[in-house]
């Protein structure tokens, strides 16, 4: 059974850091496309980070570049995004999302909440 398993959110004042976490299990990842993704109270679902398990190519949403950092560790089949310099306007539920060939798995959801 696939599962990926956010964790790491919380409440943290504007200007501050939260390193999210996104463990996978159940299957085997390696051709999948790690991605995170938030989704804010009355918005869509937007794109936010992406990453490989292979290679070092990472991908961000305009709204986060230089203050988000996507990274992996293969050994423990875990995604982490480190933010930092957060803002009120990042608060959100964060999704875990891996992706292949039109194959998408979530998990549940983390939510981080940035207070002024």
């Known amino acids: 059974q696939v599962q990926l398993v956010e964790s790491g959110g919380g409440l943290v004042q504007a200007g501050g850091s939260l390193r999210l976490s996104c463990a996978a299990s159940?299957?085997?990842?390696?051709?999948?496309?790690m991605n995170w993704f938030r989704q804010a109270p009355g918005k869509e679902r937007e794109f936010v980070a992406a990453?490989?398990?292979?290679?070092?190519?990472?991908y961000y949403a305009d709204s986060v570049k230089g203050r988000f950092t996507i990274s992996r560790d293969n050994a423990k089949n875990t995604i982490f995004l480190q933010m930092n310099n957060l803002k009120t306007e990042d608060t959100a539920v964060y999704y875990c999302?891996?992706?292949?060939?039109?194959?998408?798995?979530w998990g549940r959801g983390t939510q981080v909440t940035v207070s002024s």
């Open positions: 159940g299957r085997t990842f390696s051709n999948y496309a």
């Open positions: 999302q891996a992706s292949s060939r039109g194959l998408n798995y």
């Open positions: 990453i490989r398990w292979t290679g070092s190519d990472t």
